[in-house]
């Protein structure tokens, strides 16, 4: 069965950064788009990011974009989310999803428990 698995979040002081990864199995995952999405209490959930399958094109939420960097190894079969200048606004859980597709974030079959990130002082 597809399974994926976040690790890395934790309590970050604002302009701080993270790392979050998610590691995949299960699946052919060089095969698959893979994205980044996250939710605040309270809040609806939103993308954060989302990579191709082969790595060759992301996209990126408004919100976050040029602070965090999505990236996936193939090989170890990994996500990663580099997440630079945090906010106390990006404090939410982050999940990994799967896409249907090589590339797309309109449809997803699988996704993490979450990981916990909170900025703050």
């Known amino acids: 069965q597809v399974q994926l698995v976040e690790s890395g979040g934790g309590l970050v002081q604002p302009g701080g950064s993270l790392r979050l990864s998610c590691a995949a199995s299960?699946?052919?995952?060089?095969?698959?788009?893979m994205s980044w999405y996250r939710q605040g209490t309270g809040k609806e959930r939103e993308l954060v990011a989302h990579i191709s399958s082969t790595g060759g094109s992301t996209t990126y939420g408004k919100s976050v974009k040029g602070r965090f960097t999505i990236s996936r190894d193939n090989v170890k079969h990994t996500l990663g989310l580099r997440m630079n200048d945090l906010k106390p606004e990006d404090t939410a859980v982050y999940f990994c999803?799967?896409?249907?597709?090589?590339?797309?974030?309109?449809?997803?079959?699988?996704w993490g428990q979450g990981t916990q990130v909170t900025v703050s002082l």
């Open positions: 299960g699946f052919i995952f060089g095969n698959y788009g």
């Open positions: 999803a799967k896409s249907t597709r090589w590339f797309g974030y309109q449809d997803y079959d699988a």
